[in-house]
């Protein structure tokens, strides 16, 4: 298995570009959307041998931003704002399976990719205790994930 992430060169946004603040905002500040088709499809070659294949779009619109290097870890939950955008999965899976024994025992072998963007992480010396403008602390980054399971 296999995972990378690569930081994209726009973030980290600085404490200069936030302008104005409201405590109690009236009305929506930022609206986020996003089709998540979702398909899987099931040939079966034989009654014991079948394969799969499968497609998701995921968007997570509240992210956990952890940080373990301060003297206690703590996580922080994140909704997603005008600064801090919402996170992008695509998910590709591939299998086959193979029954024996009357159904008894399954054996499989499938194979996954992901690619996601806006990743979030703080970044290197952030200062996060509080800290009215997290987003200044965070930046965003691409990942790549795949691998095989048996």
């Not at 008894?104 to 990743?119: G, K, L, P």
């Amino acid at each position: 298995m296999r995972y990378s992430l690569s930081i994209q060169s726009q973030w980290p946004i600085s404490a200069n570009e936030i302008s104005g603040e409201t405590p109690f905002p009236k009305g929506k500040i930022k609206s986020y959307s996003g089709l998540e088709p979702r398909f899987s499809l099931r040939q079966n070659l034989n009654p014991t041998l079948s394969i799969k294949l499968s497609y998701a779009r995921l968007f997570q619109y509240i992210q956990s931003v952890s940080n373990t290097f301060g003297p206690t870890p703590i996580d922080l939950w994140q909704l997603s704002t005008t600064y801090i955008p919402p996170q992008r999965s695509d998910n590709f899976s591939f299998g086959v399976f193979k029954n024996k024994a009357d159904n008894s025992w399954e054996y499989s072998i499938d194979a996954f990719y992901r690619t996601s963007v806006n990743q979030v992480e703080y970044r290197d010396f952030a200062q996060i205790f509080l800290n009215p403008h997290m987003e200044t602390e965070l930046v965003f980054g691409k990942g790549e994930a795949y691998g095989v399971e048996f």
